[in-house]
């Protein structure tokens, strides 16, 4: 063993405690789970289907995954000192990807009380599609055996059905029962030019789209018959237990190999499936009726879904395995649905592009206008398309997990208890709060909204540097460097706007900007030229286009030409869903997009470097 791998703490125990089970009991439930040595307390969670959010990828730096040990608690860690008090310490507060799991732990979880439905409640415009879903439902009447003519139960659907299609396995089971001397009348579900399943009387058609984000996941479910939707369930992506970004996620895979793809695959698949039942619960709906799913995501989502290793996207020349659309069975995956239901992956552009952008061009129609529009969806990845003279240009610039309220040292999702916006007048700040009550962190626009109202204020000057001078707010600045911070709220549990808030804003909002005006760049289109610029994610939802020109983020254009658009990755898998020729258009335009790779553009670097500070008033 070398000398680095015995000072690690996790890998010492490994090494000490020989291969021994280990047991830990979680409260306050008292559940028992068991671990092998070597693992971190936040691994052994995460695979007890517990995970906690390590932005950081399990390095320390996030300060998020916090556990408390009931009686003797380790030794603080170096990174835990960092973000703990010193009660929180003396009360037995940790982070847990910093402490080796030992037998007999006691380790209590802070509930988890943050919900994502808003996301899954949100309508969705249909109204353009035409109501002609690939899955179909037909009545097919099957004549009884006779003696004189023996017809095998496959022969009787064909006959009845008029044409001969391949039989899944599911569907030839549903051929088993029947009736000598009378007619049996069944549904046959079709779809893919195959019959899917075989059943007795009527039931419901579903199909469900799916949304793979790297910090959340959403599921919309559809009756396909009648276009309506009847279901939906959103909640976080369970792999942020390995990290907020994906470049955290593939780092995983290339350190753990083949055991750390499985690990990321089959959380996903879990974390899929929860939002399938979940969905259909909402639906009162069997998931066996649900025959289709049409997937969204970024390339490396979409590559860990289905297992396939995305170790080539994080370096030089950035190649995935695939960008095609992929299409195969649920059984194969092992998807909540039913087990001949096909899945189709959506396909995309590059390896930093993918299927969630090319549904947000079906979505916005994007070029259809003919004037020169912008799409740009603001998340941990930021993808933007540009459309003009019958072009589409794309890029992808690595925004960091800010905008979502990761990296940020009281961040959260947008969720009941986040703040979602500031305000500053006359020395006094008010924060709007999710859902009415106490404040517990902010999200990405509350972020947004803090630093833009600090800047006006004059707290932050144009360097992003927090100032107590001339700011009148000068007695909620506390702290010093990194920890230096505005108090935004009051109370026994503050949430405060932190220093190095500022700078991972600051990171992001360069990265999108620095792409934006160099994908104009390359393309000759002037910023003023734009007729529409389109914000998509859930942080584009609620986010104030003011803030956005006055930070830097979007580049100087009429506010009025600036459209909130919501989740389109998901409209687009919508549409897709309940329109098949949508997928020949969503195939048509990843082929037909130009990607415009932004390390190798000289002027980028430039342009992110000049962004990084804030516009002078």
């Not at 390339?299 to 994080?314: A, E, F, Q, R, W």
């Not at 992808?396 to 990761?406: C, D, K, L, M």
Request: glycine share 12%; proline share 5%; aromatic share 4%.
């Amino acid at each position: 063993m070398s000398n680095s791998a015995a000072e690690d703490p996790i890998e010492r125990a490994a090494a000490d405690s020989g291969h021994a089970t280990i047991h830990v009991t979680l409260l306050p439930s008292g559940r028992t789970v068991e671990s092998t040595p070597g693992r971190s307390c936040a691994e052994m969670l995460a695979a007890a289907g517990l995970p906690l959010s390590t932005d950081c990828g399990g390095i320390g730096t996030c300060g998020k995954c916090l556990v408390r040990f009931s009686g003797e608690a380790p030794e603080a860690s170096p990174a835990g000192r960092r973000f703990l008090s010193a009660q929180a310490i003396q009360d037995g507060w940790r982070l847990a990807c910093q402490h080796p799991v030992q037998d007999g732990m006691q380790i209590e979880i802070p509930s988890e009380t943050e919900q994502l439905e808003s996301k899954a409640t949100f309508e969705f415009d249909v109204a353009r599609l035409s109501l002609d879903p690939e899955i179909a439902a037909v009545t097919a009447d099957l004549a009884p055996p006779t003696r004189d003519d023996p017809l095998a139960g496959m022969d009787a659907l064909l006959t009845a059905l008029g044409e001969h299609l391949p039989i899944s396995l599911a569907a030839m089971r549903g051929l088993s029962d029947r009736p000598r001397g009378a007619v049996r009348r069944v549904q046959v579900i079709k779809g893919n030019g195959r019959v899917l399943d075989v059943r007795s009387g009527e039931g419901v058609v579903l199909g469900a789209a799916i949304d793979v984000g790297t910090t959340t996941l959403a599921v919309y479910l559809y009756d396909l018959m009648t276009g309506r939707r009847v279901g939906s369930s959103a909640g976080y992506n369970p792999q942020r237990a390995f990290g907020a970004d994906v470049i955290s996620r593939i780092g995983r895979v290339r350190k753990r190999g083949d055991e750390g793809l499985a690990e990321l695959h089959e959380t996903l698949i879990e974390g899929l499936n929860e939002r399938l039942q979940a969905a259909c619960e909402a639906a009162d709906a069997d998931p066996r009726s649900i025959y289709r799913a049409v997937v969204v995501g970024n390339p490396t989502m979409m590559h860990l879904m289905i297992g396939v290793s995305p170790v080539g996207i994080d370096h030089v020349p950035y190649v995935s395995a695939f960008l095609r659309s992929v299409q195969f069975q649920a059984s194969e995956e092992g998807l909540c649905m039913h087990p001949s239901g096909d899945v189709l992956l959506l396909p995309g552009i590059s390896s930093y592009v993918g299927s969630d952008i090319v549904a947000g061009l079906l979505a916005t129609s994007l070029g259809q206008s003919g004037e020169p529009e912008l799409l740009v969806d603001i998340g941990t990845n930021g993808e933007i398309a540009l459309a003009m003279d019958h072009r589409l240009v794309s890029c992808s610039t690595a925004a960091g997990p800010a905008f979502e309220g990761a990296a940020i040292r009281q961040g959260m999702t947008a969720v009941t208890g986040a703040i979602e916006d500031v305000s500053i007048q006359d020395g006094s700040v008010t924060a709007s709060v999710i859902g009415g009550g106490d404040a517990r962190g902010l999200c990405g626009t509350g972020l947004i909204g803090a630093i833009d109202e600090c800047q006006i204020a004059g707290c932050i000057d144009s360097t992003g540097q927090m100032v107590d001078d001339p700011c009148d707010l000068a007695d909620r600045i506390e702290g010093e460097g990194r920890d230096r911070a505005l108090v935004l709220t009051d109370g026994d549990a503050p949430v405060r706007l932190y220093q190095e808030d500022v700078r991972q804003f600051q990171l992001g909002k360069a990265a999108i900007r620095a792409g934006i005006d160099t994908l104009l760049d390359h393309s000759g289109v002037r910023a003023c030229e734009v007729a529409r610029l389109y914000v998509a994610g859930a942080f584009g939802t609620h986010l104030r286009p003011q803030r956005a020109l006055r930070t830097g983020l979007l580049p100087t254009i009429a506010e009025g030409r600036i459209r909130a658009v919501g989740n389109t990755a998901a409209q687009g898998a919508i549409f897709v869903l309940l329109d098949r020729r949508m997928q020949t258009e969503a195939e048509e335009l990843a082929q037909r997009a130009e990607y415009v790779e932004l390390s190798s553009d000289a002027g980028f670097s430039k342009r992110y470097l000049d962004h990084l500070s804030f516009p002078s008033a």
